[in-house]
C-alpha cells in the first residue's frame, strides 16, 4: 500500500464523532414492527429479531464515522503480520479479500467485508478503540428524537433492486444522505456492522439463545427489504462466520488521539452493478461439478455468472466418517476423501471403516444434478447434506427468495411465520412439503433452483450463506437413497411442468 493510501488509513482511524451522553428511542414497538412488515409485504414475524422499544441511556462516546475501510485494514495486518483464523468454510476470507486492489483509492476505500467478530476486536484493540454495543450503535445511528432511520422517518429507496453482485461495494462516503444525526455515515447502507450484543436473541416462545456474544446491526447494499435498513435490524448466526456483506466500525470512551475528520473527494462511483442470466446456448444449462478434497461438490451453471452451489454430503459427522464440517479442525484421517472423477459431470466416493460404508455418487444431465448415497451400519437422515448457495440471482439474508408451494403458488419464507423455538435471525424453515420440494426463486422471478426431497419432508436453513436442508423422519436412510437439485429458466408455470416431468423421471 502506498504512503498517501497509508496516510488516509491513519486518518479514517482519527475520523470519530461523538455521541453525547443522554437517553434515547432503542427499538420498535410491536406496532411499529407490524406496520413496517405489512408496508414491505412481509409477515410481522420478519421483524421479531429487531430491538425492542426501550428508553435506554448511555454516557457520551465515540464513534467511527465511517465503517472500516479495505486501506485502513490492511494497514492493520501488515503492521501486525495479523493471520486470519480459519474456520473450514469453502467460502471465506480469501474468496472475499483476493479482490481487494488497495493500491486504487476507489477499491481503498470501500468498507472491509468478510471479517468476523473475531478480526473485528482484534482491529480495534490495536488501533486503540473497542467495537461498540449494539445500544450504542443503534443511538449513534438514530439520534435522540425517535427517528427510524438515520436520516429520518420515511424509506429514502435502494440504490438497485434485483440480482446484485456478492461483490456489491461504494466507498465509504458515497452515501450522502446516510449520515446521521451525530455525524456518522452510512449505518445499516454499506454493509451490515459487527456490535458487541447486550440483549439476548429470543425466540417467539421466550427462550434465550445460549449464544453469541455479538451479532451484526443494520443493513446492507445486498438488502432489499427497507426495514433491513433499520438501525434496529439485527442478524446473529455465529460470531466466527464469514459472509460477503459484513464489515464493522469502532467507538471508544475517549479518542485514541486527535480527532480530525478524514477529507477527500470520493471517487465517482458507478451504481451497483446488476447480474444478469447467460441465456445462451445449449452449454449455459450445463451443471459442472468439481470437488474437494472433504465431503463437499461445487456446482456451478452457466445460466448463472458469479454463481456457485456448494452441496456437502454430508455436512456432519455419519458414524466415523467426518462430514464437510470436520475439515480442516479434526484429524485428516476423519475428512480426507479420494475422489473418482470423470470429467465435469461426474464425481463418485467410498470410504468403508470397521463394518461401515458409505457410498456417494452425483452426476449432471443438462440442469437437472442427482446424487445417490448407499450406507451400511450407518445411521443419519438426508438433513445431513447442505446445499450453500452463494449468488446474485438467489442468496437472501431476508428469507425472501425460499419458497414453497401454497394453494397453487409459490409463497416465500418471508411471508410466512418464523419456527417459534428458533432464536437466530438467519432461520428459515418449511414444515410438512406434501410434494417434497422447496424452491429457490430468483429476485426478478425468471429462475429457480428447486431441491427434491419426498412427500412429507421438511425443509430448513439459514441466510447466512443461504444454505438448504431437506430431512425429516420420512427420509431416514437405511440402504440407499437419492437427492436431485434442479436448475430452470422461466416462470411459475413452466416451473410446475419441468417439476412434474423430473419427478417422474426420478420415479418419485
Known amino acids: ?35 413496517l412488515a405489512r408496508d414491505a409485504g412481509a409477515h410481522p414475524d420478519m421483524l421479531h429479531f429487531h430491538s425492542d422499544a ?100 420515511q424509506w429514502r429507496g435502494n440504490l ?54 455479538h451479532c451484526l446491526a443494520g443493513g446492507s447494499l445486498l438488502h432489499v427489504q427497507p426495514y433491513s435498513h433499520l438501525p434496529t435490524h439485527r442478524l446473529a448466526w455465529h460470531p466466527e462466520m464469514r459472509i460477503y456483506n459484513a ?6 470512551d475517549a479518542p485514541p488521539g486527535r480527532v480530525a475528520e478524514a477529507r477527500w473527494r470520493v471517487p465517482r462511483s458507478n ?11 445449449a452449454t449455459a444449462s450445463l451443471v459442472r461439478l468439481s470437488a474437494a478434497d472433504h465431503a463437499t461438490v461445487t ?34 484421517r476423519d475428512w480426507k476423501i479420494e475422489w473418482e472423477r470423470q470429467g465435469s459431470r461426474h464425481l463418485s466416493y467410498r470410504r468403508a471403516r470397521g463394518g461401515q460404508s458409505l457410498d456417494f455418487d452425483i452426476w449432471s444431465d443438462g440442469p437437472l444434478v442427482r446424487y445417490r448415497v448407499g450406507v451400511r451400519g450407518v445411521q443419519g437422515t438426508l438433513r445431513e447434506f447442505c446445499c450453500k448457495t452463494f449468488s446474485p440471482f438467489f442468496s437472501s439474508q431476508e428469507r425472501v427468495t425460499q419458497c414453497r408451494w401454497r394453494n397453487g403458488r409459490l409463497v416465500s419464507a418471508a411471508q410466512l411465520p418464523i419456527d417459534p423455538a428458533k432464536a437466530a435471525a438467519f432461520y428459515w424453515s418449511f414444515d410438512t412439503l406434501r410434494d417434497g420440494v422447496v424452491v429457490c426463486r430468483s429476485f426478478r422471478r425468471d ?3 428447486v431441491f427434491f426431497g419426498v412427500p412429507g419432508c421438511s425443509a430448513w436453513g439459514n441466510g447466512w450463506p443461504h444454505c438448504t436442508h431437506l ?25 410446475r411442468d419441468q417439476i412434474g416431468k423430473t419427478r417422474t423421471l426420478l420415479g418419485w
Not at 10 to 19: E, K, Q
Not at 179 to 204: C, D, N, Q
Not at 247 to 252: D, E, K, L, P
Not at 303 to 324: R, Y
Request: hydrophobic share 40%.
Open 160 to 213: 438497485s433492486r434485483g440480482n446484485r453482485s456478492l461483490l456489491a461495494a461504494l466507498p465509504v462516503g458515497s452515501l450522502r444522505h446516510h449520515r446521521s444525526p451525530h455525524g456518522a455515515a452510512e449505518m445499516g447502507g454499506l454493509v451490515t456492522e459487527w456490535v458487541r450484543r447486550i440483549f439476548p436473541a429470543r425466540s417467539k416462545d421466550g427462550r434465550a439463545e445460549d449464544a453469541p456474544s
Open 299 to 332: 456446482m456451478r451453471v452457466g445460466w448463472f455468472p458469479e454463481s456457485l452451489w456448494v452441496l456437502d454430503c454430508p455436512e456432519a459427522d455419519w458414524g466415523g466418517f467426518g462430514g464437510a464440517n470436520a475439515w480442516p479442525g479434526q484429524s485428516e
Open 447 to 449: 429462475a429457480f433452483v
Open 271 to 281: 451504481p451497483i452493478r446488476l447480474v444478469t442470466l447467460a441465456r445462451g446456448g
Open 54 to 153: 426501550a428508553r435506554l441511556a448511555t454516557p457520551a462516546f465515540w464513534m467511527d464515522r465511517y465503517p472500516v475501510t479495505r486501506a485502513q485494514f490492511v494497514r492493520f495486518m501488515q503492521a501486525t503480520d495479523y493471520r486470519i483464523p480459519y474456520n473450514g468454510w469453502l467460502v471465506g476470507w480469501s474468496d472475499l479479500a483476493d479482490r481487494w486492489n488497495v493500491r486504487d483509492l476507489r477499491h481503498a476505500l470501500m468498507p472491509a467485508v468478510g471479517v468476523n467478530s473475531v478480526d473485528a476486536e482484534a482491529y480495534a484493540a490495536w488501533a486503540g478503540k473497542r467495537l461498540p454495543t449494539e445500544v450504542e450503535w443503534e443511538k449513534t445511528a438514530r439520534g435522540c428524537d425517535g427517528r427510524l432511520y438515520p436520516w429520518g422517518n
Open 247 to 252: 464489515g464493522f466500525r469502532c467507538a471508544a
Open 1 to 35: 500500500m502506498n504512503h498517501s493510501l497509508n496516510d488516509l488509513a491513519r486518518r479514517l482511524d482519527a475520523d470519530m464523532v461523538r455521541v453525547p451522553e443522554g437517553a434515547f428511542d432503542f427499538g420498535l414497538t410491536p406496532r411499529q414492527k407490524r406496520s
Open 471 to 495: 430431512g425429516g423422519d420420512v427420509q431416514r436412510v437405511t440402504s440407499e437413497k437419492e437427492g436431485a437439485i434442479l436448475f430452470h429458466l422461466g416462470d411459475e408455470r413452466s416451473l
